[in-house]
């Protein structure tokens, strides 16, 4: 088993910054890839960024430039800066850990923008 659990979210102003956190703690040797999802209301629930455990990165379009996913494999724990923020970066965001054999994810933790 495998528990995340995200810190970092708040209010901002548009144009802000912001940093979120994942702890990561259980089986942590059995994870594979981090990622960081987020999901505003009346939409579904979409990926933002993602992280390898060898440092390689994705991420949505909406957010290239702006936001960078990090990981601290000793810290067992993965980033999300969040620059030039958008009143369209408002969302409950939620950690994302895959191992092997299943997926598990964090509480979430709401970001809003305002403009």
């Known amino acids: 088993q495998v528990q995340l659990v995200e810190s970092g979210g708040g209010l901002v102003q548009a144009g802000g910054s912001l940093r979120l956190s994942c702890a990561a703690t259980g089986s942590i040797s059995s994870i594979r890839d981090m990622a960081w999802y987020r999901q505003a209301p009346g939409k579904q629930r979409e990926l933002v960024a993602a992280?390898?455990?060898?440092?390689?990165?994705n991420y949505a379009d909406s957010v290239k430039g702006r936001f960078t996913i990090s990981r601290d494999n000793a810290k067992n724990t993965a980033y999300l800066q969040m620059n030039k923020m958008e009143p369209e970066d408002t969302a409950v965001y939620y950690c994302n850990a895959k191992t092997n054999v299943r997926w598990y994810w964090g509480q979430g933790t709401q970001v809003t923008v305002s403009s």
């Open positions: 992280i390898t455990k060898g440092g390689s990165t």
